[in-house]
């Protein structure tokens, strides 16, 4: 058989094995009506092109152009066709600028109810500054929204037959913006029986004047739940307050979970190729369980500062391993 047609058995071998019909297929919210003007309620488009996305037998990409889009309150859900998802993000999702429309929504942006779904690139704007003030100023204000939640319906899960579980895929290129953001993973073990968290990927971001950065937090009562798999990789911080945080004593107002110990289960955390600036000294803090010791977690190629200088790291109850250039020096 000569080259040529080799050439052409390759290539009749490629189309029968890589049908057309498995190419992904684009829906840009613009053509669903979205307007990129930051001041046109464009809810109903962004949910339109999820709709058809969802629906699609085909791999699908939802596509959000740049410009600035407002969003209200959004649910993406259903039982979807296909399991290949993609969003991705040249622009900026904005939230209502008064906070009481969302204010008490739970969530903002809500993906429910489906699995395999990634989420690259664009800015998160929730203007949240609003708020913020009426809270530090001590009037009744709205609890708050949390800026995306990917979570999925309970299923069975091998390992623990009788446990659901919600599973996240992966976020990534997000730049996250002041406001006092509250953390990646959060507010876990508030019920004895709750679902866990596990096989989550947080990819190329940028965290800019936050509060907290790579923070888990779970509250210090008894619990069921866990957090395993989860990976934060190529991120920037720039004067973030708690850049890499682990919280499991969290118990607001000393209510209901005054000393008691975290039941939630935390392991296989990876932090691969941090940098960047604490706005605090102690960069690295890991404050675990004691019921349930935080374990293996791993810091590789961490680099944070405070003020030109090395940072500080705290540990209690966390065990795990440190590799390559780590700074400030591991406290695991």
Known sequence: MNMSSLLVLLAHLF???????????????????????????????????????????????????????????????????????????????VAPSDYNVIGNAGNWLLFDGVHGVSIFGGTLDGQGSGLWTCKDSGKRCPRGATRINLAKQPNVSHRDPWLPRREATRSEGFGLRQEPEHGCIGSLGKDLCEPGVQNVTVKTVTFTGAQNGMRIKTWGRPSNGFVRGVLFQHIDMVNVKNPILIDQNYCPNNKGCPRQASGVKISDVTYQDIHGTSATKVAVKFECSQAHPCSGIRLEDVKLTYKNEPAHASCANADGTASGFVEPTSCL
């Open 15 to 93: 189309i029968f094995f890589h049908p057309i019909s498995a190419l992904p297929v684009t829906y840009n919210v613009v053509s669903f009506g979205a307007k990129p003007d930051g001041r046109t309620e464009s809810t109903k488009s962004f949910l339109s092109a999820w709709t058809s996305a969802c629906g699609s037998a085909r791999p699908a990409i939802i596509y959000v152009p740049p410009g600035r889009y407002l969003l209200g309150k959004a649910k993406f859900g259903g039982r979807c066709k296909n399991s290949a998802i993609t969003i991705r993000i040249d622009g900026t999702l």
